[in-house]
């Protein structure tokens, strides 16, 4: 392994280029580095020039020549000149050895081509005068092995590290202040989600932050179940949250229950009792919302330690008349601070508990069981959501009373999207009602969902820490999260292709070959390391209506990954449709010419086949931006929010397993959703465009039926359902391909140089 920092100066190119051209060494970038340094054989190597020399020996690089350790000589020069004369003139030197050579030393390339070239790669006027093509011979070995793969590679990855430090410094930026009274190792931050539903996006923001911190500390996080409502609680769902943690790559040091805990908070209950500091009380519920909102005492607040005592003990035995108690602190009546006002501590249910089972039938709320839980943890520091603020003062009341140690709170603001539910309440209403699939559903906000449509971790976790310390309460659209996952996804998703099949046209190309041929070409032009597909060409081909609606006669066209054709006669029935074309290839055009760059798919054969595939796109739930208080869902559902295009596709999709992500170029990128090869269902990820990411129901809806499934995958490709009647969205590329975006997909010389 060789490790380097992006930060060290001068960057070491030449251990670095030979360890990627050799496959020798892995390269981390690490930026606590001092050096570079290699591990070989249970030593370690930190000296540039003797990684060059032991990764050239070790892959049989020509190294022995009597002059290369005058270039090695040289190399250290070629770093630290910085007079211009000394530069030239050493660069003369070079280009006239280079003359009638093809390389430095020997007939292939060396450890001495390697550390020159890592030497002028890091100096910024060497490679500024090499421009002037004034050196044509070093320019011709410079530029060789500058354009190498393994170099081009290594120097993405380079600008790729670069660019991670750089996100990592703004996030470090963000959070400049830290956490107030922090200790270095000594941070415990906790994340304590109920086990009643599974987590979304909203909760992913305070379980990143809370993992983060307690990294930035080399501290812990603890992962506690706040398990204190029997009512909504099942053992399943802590399964669930703790996978969804996963997803996320989010691991506690520890997972507790506030369960755990039960015994302890019911002695601190009842030694708030005995001090005056709380009281049982029988009072409705709506009466007591009514007391509390108008600063009015309950009849019980001055009960008697033993009345209120008798009380708790019925509750605590889950009686008829336990059930009709509650204990609360006693904390203020007419505090301006409502949440002060009061508070209830612990509720009756007779119902068992999926830990405790039918041992209490008392529970705590969370605002006396979170600090007291925290406090007894060892939390350090509770983050919660600037929604909690009120509430700041009560958790500290009930430290201070129940004589338990302080915990600093830092908050930050709640995540809130446009057209997005959150409370789990509304979303259960969704599964129960059969809106949606499930918790999973991919239009569901929740973990699952979202990163079954496609969003990445990475985007995910860079989101959410970019959003920093912000206390500002904003409604988010979705279009920058999903711009951060097209980031991630976009360089390493492989390329396909699919047409919709509704008035799919046949095309003879004259000039194809006389029967099918298959050959290999790269999955992503941009990035060898994806490998190869096969793509099957053949004179009888298939492209989109669309498409040849567009073509004028005669035009010239380019067939993507094959080449140039010219438009030579087209059928059209009587309403208009396109029912077959003819064309020439044409494979001595210009690409770059042509105004159209279009995909096609070999017509199947009995050798190869043409797989029918499901293009699924989604819309949001409902159809307002932000639901108010008083509104209900209901009259805000979206009446459809799924729509399914039927496709042929490249038979290479047949290969991918659940959850691959692609491209199907000129339609965006999806994520293979099924293992059902006879069908495959494809969701499309948003990719942060406008037209992507906007509400397709356009006015508000008021039905309340349940949203309607798209048409079922017909057994006739050709007669499925038209997908124009649902909802117009523009062509990714638009009618007429921009030739200059178009061309920059044939630039395949780093894939084919060698």
Known sequence: MLVVSTKQTPFPFAATAIAAYTGKADIDFDDTAAVASLSANGSTIDDEETIVHYLAKEAGLADDSAKTPAFFELAKNLRTLAVFPEIVSAMDSLDDHLAFRTFLVGHDVSAADWVVWGSMKGNIKILGLIKNNKHPHLLRWYSYLDSLESTQTLLADLVSAKADRTRSNKTAAGFALGLPNAVEGQVVTRFPPEPSGYLHIGHTKAAILNQYFANMYHGRLIVRFDDTNPSKEKSEFEETILEDLGMLNIQGDLVTHTSDHFETLYTYAVKLIKEGKSYTDDTLQLQMQKERWDGIASKHRDDSVEDNLKHFDEMKAGTTEGQRWCLRAKVSVDNPNKAMRDPVIYRCNPLPHHRTGDKWKIYPTYDFACPVVDSIEGVTHALRTNEYRDRNAQYTWMLEATGLRKVNIWDFSRLNFVYTLLSKRKLRDFVDQKLVAGWDDPRFPTVRGIRRRGMTVEALTQFMLSQGPSQAVVLL?????????????????????????????????????????????????????????????????????????????????????????????????????????????????????????????????????????????????????????????????????????????????????????????????????????????????????????????????????????????????????????????????????????????????????S
């Open 477 to 753: 659209e979705w279009d920058s999260i999903w711009s951060h996952n097209k980031k991630i996804i976009d360089p390493i998703a492989p390329r396909h292709w699919a047409l919709v099949t509704e008035q799919l046209v046949p095309v003879v190309i004259n000039g194809g070959p006389s029967s099918p041929e298959v050959k290999s070409v790269p999955k992503h032009k941009k990035n060898a390391e994806i490998g190869d597909k096969e793509t099957v060409y053949s004179s009888s081909i298939f492209i989109e209506q669309e498409d040849a609606a567009s073509f004028e006669d005669n035009e010239e066209i380019t067939l993507m990954d094959w080449g140039n054709a010219i438009l030579r006669s087209k059928e059209v029935d009587a309403s208009g449709v396109i029912t077959s074309i003819t064309m020439d290839l044409n494979l001595e055009g210009d690409f770059r010419k042509t105004k159209k760059k279009i995909t096609w798919l070999a017509q199947p054969t009995d050798t190869h086949t043409l797989p029918s595939v499901t293009l699924v796109d989604f819309d949001y739930l409902i159809t307002k931006k932000k639901l108010e208080e008083d509104d209900k869902v209901a009259d805000f559902a979206t009446p459809v929010t799924e729509f399914k295009e039927h496709a042929y596709a490249d038979a290479n999709v047949l290969k991918l397993q659940k959850g691959d992500i692609i491209q199907f170029e000129r339609k965006g990128y999806y994520i293979y959703d099924n293992n059902d090869k006879s069908q495959p269902e494809f969701f499309k990820i948003p990719d942060g465009r406008a037209a992507g990411i906007a509400s397709k129901a356009g006015t508000p809806a008021v039905n309340t039926e349940p949203a309607t499934p798209a048409p079922s995958s017909s057994k006739t490709a050709l007669a499925s359902p038209p997908s124009s009647s649902m909802y117009h969205v523009d062509r990714i590329y638009g009618n007429d391909i921009k030739s200059e975006r178009a061309s920059s997909m044939y630039a395949m010389d780093s894939i084919y140089k």
